[in-house]
C-alpha cells in the first residue's frame, strides 16, 4: 500500500506524483490517505492523476483512509465520483487544513 505523508500540496506535489506513478507501475493497489493533514488542489489532480495511470494499465484503485476536507474539495471540481471518495470520507470525519493558493 502506498502510504502519504501529512501534507500533498503544490510544494511537493510534482514529487509526490512522480513517487506514486512509479509504485503504481509495481503494482500498488491502494493509496493510504489517513496522515494527510493538509491539502490543497494539488492533491485532487495528484490523485486523478494516479487514477488515469492505473486505469490505462487495466488496474483499479482505491483511495482509503481519505480526509472529509479532500473529498470536499474533489466534490468542489466534480471529480469525487471519479475517484470514489465521498462515502469514505464521510465515515472518517477528520480535520485537515485546506490551502487555497491561486
Known amino acids: ?5 501529512t501534507s500533498l500540496t503544490n510544494r511537493n506535489a510534482a514529487a509526490v506524483l512522480r513517487d506514486g506513478l512509479a509504485r ?6 491502494q493509496v493510504d490517505c489517513s496522515k494527510l493533514a493538509q491539502v490543497d488542489s494539488a492533491a485532487v489532480a495528484v490523485l486523478l492523476a494516479w487514477q488515469r495511470d492505473a486505469a490505462s494499465r487495466g488496474q483499479s484503485l482505491a483511495f482509503v483512509g481519505v480526509p472529509a476536507q479532500l473529498a470536499e474539495l474533489a466534490a468542489l471540481y466534480g471529480v469525487d ?3 470514489q471518495l465521498g462515502a469514505q470520507a464521510g465515515a472518517r470525519g477528520a480535520q ?6 491561486h
Open 96 to 101: 485537515v487544513t485546506v490551502s487555497h493558493r
Open 81 to 83: 465520483s471519479l475517484l
Open 24 to 29: 503504481l507501475a509495481q503494482g500498488e493497489a
Open 1 to 5: 500500500m502506498l502510504s502519504l505523508d
